[in-house]
């Protein structure tokens, strides 16, 4: 004996809206967990945030994250949850960093509108060893224009490379994938302006 009944096109089509709302929310999911396995940094929001993840070389994994927008605040120190770790958008500071290579660590907030202008924001963590270090400031020299460059300890052994939205995070210095990222997204940045705006000291 059956117990079964025939579904009626309401329930059949909750269903098939359940179905893929749990389809989708997988793919979410194990894009996150991707991006957090690839490059050993777990975004600050959900894994909605995450629209896609990309291998650029064996030590760099470049991930896309939501747009958050574009407002401006007038304090530096403003609380803002950003959805990864460096910031790649989002509320920030209304005026951007000077372009350059700092010593010290710069503000998230400030360094967010640099991004804004399509710069490129170059940090590295306090267990990256001098011999990195002297590779990045030489790769700094090289082409300054558009880059902020400054330490970030969080970041531990990793480098992290953010574009308007991406976050490019490496094992170790790889010139290659750094210039591949440069050449993708420095100057287009939402509100990119021209060339000569963005030399070091500007």
């Known amino acids: 004996m059956s117990f079964e009944t025939e579904q009626t096109p309401a329930q059949r089509r909750n269903l098939l809206v359940f179905g893929l709302a749990g389809g989708l929310g997988i793919a979410a999911l194990v894009v996150a967990l991707a991006a957090v396995l690839l490059t050993g940094t777990a ?4 894994s909605l945030d995450v629209i896609k993840v990309q291998r650029i070389s064996d030590s760099c994994v470049d991930t896309q994250y939501r747009n958050q927008g574009r407002d401006h ?3 530096i120190k403003a609380k803002v949850t950003y959805n990864s770790f460096p ?5 920030h500071y209304f005026d951007p960093a000077r372009w350059g290579n700092y010593p010290t660590p710069i503000a998230p907030l400030q360094g967010v509108h640099n991004l804004e202008h399509g710069g490129i924001v170059i940090q590295y963590g306090d267990q990256v060893s001098s011999s990195d270090k002297d590779k990045l400031f030489a790769y700094y020299d090289k082409d300054p224009n558009g880059l902020l460059m400054a330490p970030l300890a969080k970041l531990g052994k990793r480098i992290a490379v953010t574009a308007w939205t991406h976050l490019m995070v490496c094992q170790n210095v790889d010139t290659k994938a750094f210039d591949s990222f ?3 997204y420095r100057y287009h940045g939402p509100e990119a302006i021209p060339k000569e705006g963005l030399e070091p000291g500007r």
């Open 43 to 46: 975004a600050a929001g959900t």
């Open 73 to 75: 605040t007038q304090n």
């Open 182 to 184: 440069k050449k993708k």
């Open 87 to 91: 910031p790649t958008s989002g509320k």
